[in-house]
């Protein structure tokens, strides 16, 4: 396929691609403890089950309940969605409009994601829904090639 006739989509797939290998590899590399990559690994494949259950918001407000900063695995999941969803905002992204995009340099709560589902209107909710849904596909593959655990057939 000529390179100047590439869709956007397929762009925007890539984007997202290399988003989540960059949040994988840190993840595996900030948690030293095959334990804790481990429970990273397990997060992130049965979080959209918990998106599609609760819903995004309750799905985010019970990671943040149990994040303890970056520390742990939820307060990393809850920080590289947050900034996927908000911070994302490089100029290299043009295919890429974070749902919730910050208006204030200086708005950096630590809920601030949470703020902004319940400030918003159900369209943002959806974009953001999807958004999350399908970095966290990516993540999911990543994060299972890069475990250490031994492979089960499922």
């Known amino acids: 396929m000529n390179d100047m006739h590439q869709s956007i989509h397929k762009t925007l797939d890539q984007i997202r691609a290399g988003k989540a290998w960059a949040f994988v590899k840190a993840a595996k590399n900030q948690f030293k403890k095959h334990d804790d990559y481990d429970k990273y690994v397990s ?4 979080f959209p089950a918990i998106i ?8 985010l407000a019970f990671i943040f309940s149990k994040a303890k900063k970056t ?9 590289q969605l947050q900034e996927w969803l908000i911070d994302n905002q490089d100029g ?17 709560p630590d809920d601030y994601l949470l703020q902004c589902i319940m400030k918003h209107n159900s369209s943002f909710y959806l974009h953001a829904t999807h958004e999350s849904m399908s970095i966290l596909d990516k993540m999911r593959n990543f994060a299972s090639g ?8 499922e």
Do not use: T
């Not at 599609?52 to 918001?57: D, E, K, R, T, Y």
């Not at 520390?71 to 920080?79: H, Q």
């Not at 290299?92 to 950096?108: D, F, G, I, Q, T």
């Open 52 to 59: 599609n259950n609760n819903g995004l918001g309750q799905a």
């Open 92 to 108: 290299a992204l043009k295919p890429y409009v974070p749902p919730y995009p910050r208006k204030n340099s200086h708005e950096s």
């Open 146 to 153: 890069l475990s250490d655990s031994p492979k089960k057939e």
């Open 71 to 79: 520390s742990n695995p939820e307060g990393l999941l809850f920080a």
């Open 43 to 46: 997060l992130v494949k049965k």
